[in-house]
């Protein structure tokens, strides 16, 4: 793997991804799998969850991040990094850097939310207000790249990034050797990327099913278009899965379309489904964006018949205000 601009993913390979394991390895802890017996029973087939909304940040983005950022030189380090997630990578970045003592800008516009404000800034990143949108905070983080020599750290579409998401596909190969499918929440692609190419890199038959919500579906629509291609986004429980995946994208767009088999859309009905599910069957609380995976399973909606299934819980990260709202209209719906 190179960092010549040039570099396509086709010169990513499996060792990158043990290379990432062992580069996160003092920092991220693996996470478990539990079987759910209610899910298995459903689809007649092994249902294992793998639980990536058990780290500190409540979200697997912590693994991408710390892979890429322990990659930099102490020069780098030193100069600081930044980003313009305002959401699971955000936390991610502003958390490692808190760890590790580096410097962390979070540029944000000026209508983010305050809760989310908040909650960087418990986490001590140093916050830039930028603009009105979340392009404008973007060219700002880069500006900050180009004049301070700050790193600015991708949500996605970095190869460091990809193969630390990609140690999920190792713990999988691992817990669940006899893994027929593979269910993968998808946005920017970074982590079907990782965990893509370390499956398939063991097993071409393995079967990875990428989902996403209906509302929105940016990497949907890219590959239908052949192209990465920009949509408006609309409102959605899965909020972690909105945003571009970049109209110059390098390396997901790619790695997508070579290494999913199939995807789904998920409905903001089956979402909200889902995310009761979870506190009801498995008292978990997930974020919509993890429940698109559920609902892949509880919808019977899977393409393929046979074998056991992981289903990769991404998130938790979901507002208060939200989980009491699904909570109460799965009351009322069950007449209780
Ligand atoms: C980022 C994220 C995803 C999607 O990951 P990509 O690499 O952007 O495809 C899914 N679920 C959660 C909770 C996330 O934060």
Redesign the pocket.
């Known amino acids: 793997m190179s960092d010549n601009k040039n570099s396509r993913q086709s010169e990513m390979s499996i060792h990158d991804i043990w290379k990432a394991r062992k580069v996160i390895s003092p920092l991220i802890s693996a996470t478990p799998f539990i079987q759910s017996f209610v899910l298995s029973e459903r689809i007649g087939r092994p249902v294992y969850l793998k639980l990536e909304h058990v780290h500190d940040i409540g979200?697997?983005?912590v693994r991408g991040a710390a892979n890429k950022i322990l990659s930099l030189t102490e020069a780098e380090k030193k100069r600081g990094i930044a980003t313009f997630s305002t959401?699971?990578?955000g936390m991610a970045v502003a958390y490692l850097a808190k760890r590790l003592g580096i410097d962390a800008r979070v540029c944000i516009s000026r209508h983010v939310p305050k809760a989310k404000v908040d909650s960087l800034k418990r986490l001590g990143a140093k916050i830039e207000i930028y603009g009105d949108s979340q392009d404008e905070a973007g060219e700002y983080c880069y500006e900050l790249e180009r004049e301070k020599g700050m790193t600015v750290i991708h949500?996605?579409d970095d190869p460091y990034v990809i193969a630390g998401?990609g140690t999920i596909g190792l713990e999988i190969l691992e817990s669940i050797p006899d893994v027929s499918d593979v269910v993968i929440?998808?946005?920017?692609?970074?982590?079907?990327s990782g965990v893509g190419l370390a499956l398939k890199s063991f097993d071409s038959g393995i079967r990875v099913t990428g989902v996403s919500m209906e509302n929105s579906a940016v990497m949907f629509e890219s590959l239908q278009a052949g192209k990465p291609v920009k949509l408006e986004e609309k409102p959605t429980l899965a909020d972690?899965?909105l945003g571009g995946i970049g109209l110059q994208n390098q390396y997901?767009f790619r790695m997508v379309q070579k290494y999913m088999d199939d995807i789904l859309l998920i409905s903001e009905g089956e979402i909200a489904g889902s995310m009761s599910f979870m506190i009801d069957i498995h008292r978990m609380i997930i974020?919509g964006?993890?429940a698109t995976g559920v609902a892949a399973v509880l919808g019977e909606k899977l393409a393929y018949q046979d074998g056991a299934v992981v289903v990769v819980i991404?998130?938790n990260?979901v507002d208060f205000s939200v989980l009491v709202q699904i909570i109460q209209s799965f009351e009322k719906n069950k007449g209780g």
């Open positions: 979200a697997f983005k959401g699971n990578h949500p996605f998401q929440p998808l946005s920017g692609g970074g982590l079907l972690s899965l997901t974020e964006a993890a991404t998130g990260n």
